[in-house]
């Protein structure tokens, strides 16, 4: 709804525009845009003070702000959110992906010294100055696209000092690009070569030394874990969280991803913030999310490159209200992405999502699933993170494949071009 002018004159004031409000549910088939046609919005100190039809201005444009902009005609949305990624690693993957499509086993590779032990020693030999070299360019290609937060877990270092590095590097990103981090410590990821056949062993030295020392730091947002027949158990992922608990962070969880462990019924326990992958998610685990408020992440990305073949409950989550977020999962090995705008496609393509929902998963839902009620819509008081597109509707955005409509960005009130970073 407009607000009042204020007493001053606000910094900036969009018009020519329409806006996608993202404030109307986008139940399955309808608009859920929430959108403003000859729209304007007023920004005043990094905030949203007015949004609406132009025709409701509360006076002369410009007695109303310093700055007046033109959309051009095109569509303001908000900033979008990327609340899945593994940003900062050493190395890369490139040559265990040609290995695998010239016939190489997963075990070929693992002797080759492949997998996720690569990274593992790629970024645990990277210092902080090399980590943050490598991010930037991986990024940069978010912020072209409209990405005004990003989250950011550790998990490639697996001990504590690389642990710590990852997360430092991660909050390093928001003082040199314009971009909000929140950072999540991952330290229950996968099991280092130090602790092999022992993996109640390193959840002790998970809980009771890398922990405490991310929280004394004051490094991460949330906690997460990877609750499958390849990580973690359950029984040993309820001590991480019992841990998470104690120092005071929200938890989330790679759950159900290769199989059905229980963990979305585990993480929704714990009130948690999203359980992420979930292809193999039941109407158990669907249920007590809903009941939990915890998010549904889908990440279309992993399921592309691992060529997975069993879809998120979609209709369930759907009949059950649980909100869906999408994301990228940028990794090394099993999601090599740095679009979010290809996830809103292959959300649609893949997991059957409406563009209206699609858009929703990489603004509202997004940022429930990292714990933000101050922004992932465009509503007075909410923080002014916008991205203005090129575009005549909204569902262009999940239509085109490989075109980048962006034509500028508003990080906390301030705009600039999609790729005029520094």
Not at 120 to 144: G, H, I, Q, W
Not at 316 to 339: E, I, K, Q
């Amino acid at each position: 709804m407009p607000t009042a002018a204020a007493t001053t004159p606000w910094d900036t004031l969009w018009i020519d525009l329409s806006v996608a409000t993202m404030t109307a549910p986008e139940g399955h088939g309808a608009d859920g845009y929430g959108a403003i046609t000859d729209a304007a919005i007023g920004v005043k100190d990094g905030r949203i003070v007015f949004v609406g039809p132009r025709a409701d201005l509360p006076g002369p444009m410009e007695s109303l702000a310093a700055d007046v902009r033109s959309g051009g005609g095109g569509w303001m949305t908000p900033g979008l959110i990327d609340c899945h990624t593994h940003l900062v690693y050493g190395g890369n993957r490139a040559r265990e992906f040609e290995m695998r499509l010239n016939g190489a086993s997963y075990e070929e590779i693992a002797r080759a010294g492949g997998g996720i032990v690569s990274t593992v020693a790629a970024t645990r030999a990277a210092d902080e100055e090399s980590l943050l070299a490598a991010t930037l360019p991986r990024l940069d290609s978010l912020l072209a696209e409209g990405v005004t937060t990003v989250e950011v877990k550790s998990g490639y270092g697996l001990d504590t000092e690389t642990e710590l590095r990852m997360l430092r590097v991660a909050r390093r990103l928001a003082k040199v690009r314009p971009v909000a981090i929140r950072t999540t410590f991952l330290g229950a990821h996968a099991l280092p070569p130090e602790f092999k056949g022992d993996p109640d062993g390193y959840i002790d030295q998970v809980v009771g030394t890398t922990l405490p020392a991310v929280a004394a730091a004051g490094l991460a947002d949330a906690v997460d874990a990877f609750c499958e027949g390849i990580g973690f158990s359950v029984a040993q992922t309820r001590r991480v969280f019992e841990a998470a608990r104690a120092h005071g962070l929200p938890v989330k969880l790679h759950a159900e991803q290769l199989s059905n462990l229980g963990g979305a019924k585990l993480v929704a326990e714990y009130g948690g913030l999203s359980a992420d992958h979930i292809e193999h998610l039941d109407e158990a685990g669907i249920a007590a999310m809903a009941a939990a408020g915890t998010v549904a992440v889908l990440l279309p990305g992993a399921f592309y490159a691992l060529r997975e073949t069993t879809m998120p409950p979609v209709d369930l989550l759907r009949r059950h209200g649980v909100a869906m977020a999408l994301s990228t999962d940028n990794n090394p090995g099993t999601s090599p992405v740095c679009s979010l705008l290809l996830m809103l496609s292959m959300g649609c393509t893949f997991f059957r999502l409406t563009p209206a929902e699609a858009l929703a998963g990489v603004t509202r839902h997004a940022a429930k699933a990292l714990g933000l009620a101050d922004r992932g819509v465009i509503a007075p008081g909410m923080r002014a993170d916008l991205a203005l597109w090129g575009i005549d509707h909204p569902a262009e955005l999940s239509y085109a494949i490989g075109l980048n409509p962006c034509r500028a960005v508003v990080n906390a009130g301030v705009a600039r071009a999609p790729r005029a970073l520094s």
